[in-house]
């Protein structure tokens, strides 16, 4: 994890106090020591994570690395000899069933791995919390992995779509029961709707839109100002649909890095919050050091 993501993760926790967080895929566990730190931060709270048996021989390993942060005793380890999907497998048959504020898919990277695991996530994951794919533009034709003969061994279509992509756009994006997606550098982000929230095609419909012209908004400064200023016109331009279907969408400028939920007034008109746009360079590395330190 870089420390543009890691820093995204401190907004996402902090912001909305997620202490019970589902890590699927830890490789060294550079990621969990910044989940659990996180977490620390907000104050109760654990991180749960799962990665294969051969995670143990890496070095550093992730019991290194937690130990060294001081952070082990916030992280339960699992080690499981083909995929993290057993594990799931296992949580949801315990009574009574776990729950979850954050799940990131970090592992995998298959459209058979990652799609079955937000199958499963989706029913761990509680009204509310939020589900974050990494690697979305992976494809194991450009992976560090790309002449393994576990990859020779795929199709040419396997090794050249990015199939995290795939699980987002056909799966995450197209259900009902999540919102504030969102596509921010290598990230794929929704929320699971709570049961308060509207719930419908039409409104999921207007979420995807949404998604679509936040993405465009972080790297372009004078569409980001439109959206602001004339939203229902910007949508409808994406979206090739007439004004009227955005009438009620209204944005707001955010100064984090992560998605807030959007807020429905009285009045039926729905606000989201724009994240901090590409070109903010507001906080450094240097500082970003210091406070993950603190």
């Known amino acids: 994890m870089r420390l543009k993501e890691a820093r ?15 890590e699927l895929g830890f490789f060294h566990g550079v990621s969990t020591a910044y989940l659990a730190g996180a977490v620390q931060q907000v104050g109760d709270g654990h991180v749960t994570t799962i990665d294969l048996t051969t995670a143990m021989q890496r070095e550093p390993n992730i019991e290194e690395i937690l130990t060294t942060c001081g952070l082990r005793n916030l992280v339960e380890i699992f080690y499981e000899s083909k995929t993290f999907n057993w594990r799931l497998m296992k949580f949801l048959e315990e009574e009574p069933r776990r729950s979850f504020d954050l799940c990131y898919i970090d592992g995998g990277h298959t459209w058979v791995d990652t799609g079955f695991a937000f199958c499963l996530v989706r029913q761990l994951l509680r009204p509310g919390g939020w589900l974050v794919f990494d690697d979305i533009p992976h494809t194991f034709r450009t992976s560090s992995n790309r002449d393994k003969p576990w990859v020779l061994r795929m199709s040419e279509e396997e090794q050249v779509i990015p199939q995290v992509d795939r699980v987002f756009s056909l799966l995450t994006l197209k259900d009902n029961g999540f919102d504030t997606f969102r596509r921010i550098n290598r990230l794929g982000i929704a929320r699971k709707r709570p049961d308060s929230a509207p719930s419908s095609p039409a409104a999921l419909f207007v979420e995807t839109q949404v998604c679509a012209a936040a993405h465009l908004a972080r790297t372009d400064p004078a569409l980001r100002h439109r959206l ?39 009045n039926g008109i729905l606000t989201h919050f724009l994240e901090k746009p590409e070109w903010d360079k507001s906080i450094s590395e240097e500082s970003l050091l210091e406070l993950m330190h603190d």
């Open 228 to 266: 602001l200023q004339q939203p229902a016109r910007v949508l409808s331009e994406v979206s090739g649909q007439e004004e009227r279907l955005f009438r009620h969408v209204r944005f707001a400028e955010s100064t984090l890095w992560s998605p807030l939920e959007p807020d429905l007034g009285e």
């Open 8 to 22: 995204f993760f401190y907004d996402l926790i902090t912001a909305h106090e997620l202490t019970s967080i589902l």
